[in-house]
């Protein structure tokens, strides 16, 4: 089942804050998050694999929330590089069973403006 | 480290030619691998995994097929290509054990004219 990623696109300036939503109608085993800018392969920024847990590094973030149906990616004081699609991919199980696939949100894009 | 290369990088081909991508992986043994193709604009689809040699895995019934002839080699092939076969194909890779991370190649790019 995809996760919805909501919103679709955001445009900021530069310094602005934004979240980026992965919401699923069920309970979830990981979350990854990546961006791809145009014409380039996605890049891996952050898996989140327990309910609650919160990372990040630099000036971007993310929760996974007590749930693990949502998870939220924060980008604080944006910058020029932030610009691209960003998706979360969401995992199966550590059984082994779902064999490290993943099911992509559709992308939100993310324009930030000087 | 590890590395995953994939190629050509770039590629136009008439609509009923043959089709073959090539992807590896350095610096890892017995990686899962991952064939996903992204339309203009859109999202990511999954359509091939493997987990071993000779063993594939089909996520979406399609014009396309995947081959894995050796540990970190995996292939993506067609006989006769759609217009609809054009895209940005990503080839991933991840540690063979559990929810992982996938680190993806630099992409081939197609087009089907």
């Known amino acids: 089942q995809q996760p919805v990623q909501s919103p679709q696109a955001v445009i900021l300036r530069e310094g602005e804050d934004a979240v980026i939503n992965c919401s699923s109608s069920k309970a979830l085993y990981s979350v990854h998050w990546y961006r791809q800018k145009h014409g380039e392969a996605p890049v891996f920024l952050m898996i989140?694999?327990?309910?609650?847990e919160q990372k990040g590094h630099d000036k971007i973030s993310a929760s996974f929330n007590e749930k693990k149906q949502q998870s939220s990616l924060y980008l604080t004081a944006s910058q020029l590089s932030y610009s691209g699609t960003y998706f979360c991919g969401t995992g199966g199980n550590a059984g082994g069973t779902s064999y490290g696939k993943l099911t992509f949100g559709q992308g939100t894009i993310l324009t930030v403006h000087p | 480290s590890q590395t995953i290369h994939q190629w050509p990088a770039t590629l136009v081909q008439p609509v009923g030619s043959p089709l073959s991508l090539e992807c590896t992986v350095e610096g890892t043994s017995n990686p899962n691998l991952y064939w996903y193709r992204q339309a203009a604009g859109r999202g990511l689809q999954l359509l091939f995994y493997?987990?071993?040699?000779?063993?594939i895995s089909s996520e979406v019934p399609q014009n396309l097929s995947a081959s894995r002839p050796q540990d970190r080699q995996f292939i993506l092939s067609s006989k006769k290509l759609l217009l609809s076969d054009s895209g940005f194909y990503l080839c991933?890779?991840?540690?063979?054990?559990?929810?992982?991370?996938?680190?993806f190649g630099p992409g081939t790019r197609l087009l089907v004219l």
């Open positions: 991933a890779w991840t540690r063979n054990r559990g929810t992982e991370t996938q680190y």
């Open positions: 493997s987990v071993g040699i000779g063993q």
């Open positions: 989140l694999l327990k309910g609650g």
